[in-house]
């Protein structure tokens, strides 16, 4: 039974970094891809970022890549997102997600669809 809880969301200026985290618990290490989406005003919640959490592929959408670094602590059982050079179109409430198994491919890493386990969310407002 997973949970997640997401953490370090709030304000920032344009430009700046924040670094999201997400603990997590009821997973088997090796066993899990983990995920960052984000729902911004009039879109549909999407991908940013996913990784396994044995290690392996990394996953970044376009519209990230360059600016998100997306990591891991295992021994802590956190998910991080790195996220620098933001701008106004990066706010919305960003989720953490988990789902079993292996054999992601990037597309269904980044698909919203893909996982059955959720956070509540934390928000990034960039201004």
């Known amino acids: 039974h997973v949970q997640l809880v997401e953490s370090g969301g709030g304000s920032v200026q344009t430009g700046g970094s924040l670094r999201l985290s997400c603990a997590a618990s009821?997973?088997?290490?090796?066993?899990?891809?983990m995920g960052w989406f984000r729902r911004v005003p009039g879109l549909e919640r999407e991908g940013v970022a996913a990784?396994?959490?044995?290690?392996?592929?990394?996953f970044y959408a376009d519209s990230v890549k360059g600016r998100f670094t997306i990591s891991k602590d295992n021994a802590k059982n956190t998910l991080y997102l790195q996220m620098s050079s933001l701008q106004p179109n990066d706010t919305g409430m960003y989720y953490c997600?988990?789902?079993?198994?292996?054999?992601?491919?990037?597309?269904?890493?980044?698909?919203?669809?893909?996982?059955?386990?959720w956070g509540q969310g934390t928000q990034v407002t960039v201004s």
């Open positions: 990784m396994y959490t044995g290690g392996g592929s990394i």
């Open positions: 997600a988990a789902e079993k198994g292996p054999g992601m491919t990037y597309f269904q890493a980044l698909r919203v669809r893909s996982y059955n386990y």
């Open positions: 009821g997973y088997s290490s090796n066993t899990f891809c």
